[in-house]
């Protein structure tokens, strides 16, 4: 009778994707991705009505200047004034950029150097911007959701594609580039209420992976914590540099993105063309990518965990890399969309694996630079493959650059399946 009543258990934290702090995270990414698509849509097409093609193209390549050159500050940034901060402020200025631009357009018409401008801002912004969304999951979530999350996140990105397309076209025919550009604008703006209103959970020195297991680099992220600006630029440099599972994950990252993104983008082009599919049978093809992608991402947001994660992410990008190679092989439109099919779903596995391991094994006071570098590797280098691509199989032919595009991407699965500490890394349960 005076035995003590023992404590109730503790409830068990909600999954992220039953998580309402994670989902106003999720519709506020989602939100501003869409707004993304539609700004795009309306640049190209205001860009082309303002002067010629070849105008046209440069103001679209623009903003991958400034992304290129300030990427690495903007990851210092995101760890020295935290993710969300950057943000919303990041999303603020977008926001502002884009109804100033319509408001403009709606004045005195299109002209190019605003455009140009506008496409330089954006691109000064989105160097920010992304690492500091890279680092948003690991402030809103446990370490053990971030495969979870990172699934969720995969399936935003497919969803605005899908949606923004559509919606940006519908909003030029209307409204033209005046109208797509105010709807790009007040999406991105309906974002940053959301992110106001998401909790950020702090970061207890238990949260970043343990000491022993990444040997120096562990050792030397204290030394990267602060001083100045530059400093934090090369300490977080020196870091991933010197981990035994960030190092060489980048390196696989890169060699990945390398391979696939010219066969994916301008090597498909020129294939269909080859081919006789037309633009809908390239369209098939990418659809079949975009299926693949999403099934993925939905099996990671409903499963949250795959284990031996280091080996699922070797042997996805080396399987992934045959079938690439495979596309310029097969005659028919029905049998590259299988083969994209099947594309879509191992370059979809390994990238969110990837992209939960930079999360679950970076330092979190160094996740923005982290982010960062991948966010470069991805934007900024992998992009030069597309007009070595092209030019490639003007040289060639389609069929073996795809051997060699697919040859450089399975080079990163050997990297990540023939480095130890690599091989073995696994994700938090």
């Keep these: 009778m005076t035995a003590t009543l023992p404590a109730p258990a503790e409830a068990p934290p909600r999954p992220a994707h039953r998580d309402g702090n994670v989902l106003r995270w999720l519709a506020a990414y989602t939100a501003s991705m869409i707004g993304d698509s539609v700004y795009y849509i309306a640049l190209s097409w205001a860009a082309v009505q303002a002067g010629t093609p070849s105008q046209a193209g440069l103001v679209m390549a623009v903003s991958a200047v400034p992304r290129a050159l300030l990427m690495l500050g903007g990851g210092v940034l995101a760890d020295r004034l935290g993710p969300r901060r950057v943000v919303v402020g990041s999303d603020a200025v977008r926001c502002a950029a884009a109804f100033a631009v319509a408001a403009l357009l709606f004045l005195t018409g299109p002209g190019l150097w605003p455009l140009a401008v506008l496409a330089l801002v954006f691109g000064a912004v989105d160097a920010v911007f992304m690492p500091a969304v890279g680092a948003l999951p690991a402030r809103v979530t446990t370490r053990d959701q971030l495969t979870r999350v990172q699934g969720m996140r995969g399936l935003a990105i497919r969803f605005a594609s899908v949606v923004g397309g559509p919606l940006g076209g519908l909003a030029v025919a209307l409204g033209g580039a005046t109208g797509a550009f105010a709807l790009a604008g007040l999406l991105i703006a309906l974002s940053v209420p959301l992110l106001v209103s998401v909790r950020v959970r702090a970061l207890p020195a238990a949260d970043a992976p343990d000491a022993g297991d990444t040997s120096s680099a562990s050792a030397s ?22 981990h035994r599972v960030l190092g060489p994950l980048m390196l696989a ?18 294939l ?5 599919w037309g633009a809908a049978g390239m369209g098939w093809v990418l659809a079949g990518f975009g299926v693949g992608a999403g099934a993925v991402s939905l099996l990671l ?3 949250g965990h795959l284990p031996h994660a280091g080996r699922v992410a070797g042997c996805a990008i080396i399987a992934g890399s045959v079938a690439i190679g495979a596309l310029a092989f097969v005659p028919a439109v029905a049998g590259a969309a299988g083969i994209a099919v ?10 969110a694996v990837a992209g939960a391991l930079l999360q679950t094994q970076a330092d979190p006071a160094l996740l923005g630079r982290v982010t960062a570098v991948s966010g470069l590797v991805s934007l900024g280098f992998a992009p030069l493959s597309m007009p070595l691509s092209a030019a490639a199989v003007g040289v060639w032919g389609t069929g073996p650059v795809f051997v060699v595009s697919a040859a450089v991407c399975g080079l990163g699965g050997v990297i990540a399946l023939g480095v130890r500490d690599l091989r073995r890394a696994e994700l938090p349960r």
């Design 221 to 242: 992220a204290d030394g990267v914590r602060g001083g100045t600006a530059w400093r934090d630029l090369v300490g977080g440099l020196r870091y991933i540099r010197r």
């Design 272 to 276: 269909a063309d080859e081919r006789g």
């Design 301 to 303: 947001t409903v499963r």
């Design 253 to 270: 990252i890169a060699l990945g993105d390398l391979g696939f993104v010219g066969p994916l983008n301008v090597g498909l082009t020129l």
């Design 342 to 351: 099947l594309v879509g779903l191992l370059a979809g596995l390994s990238g």
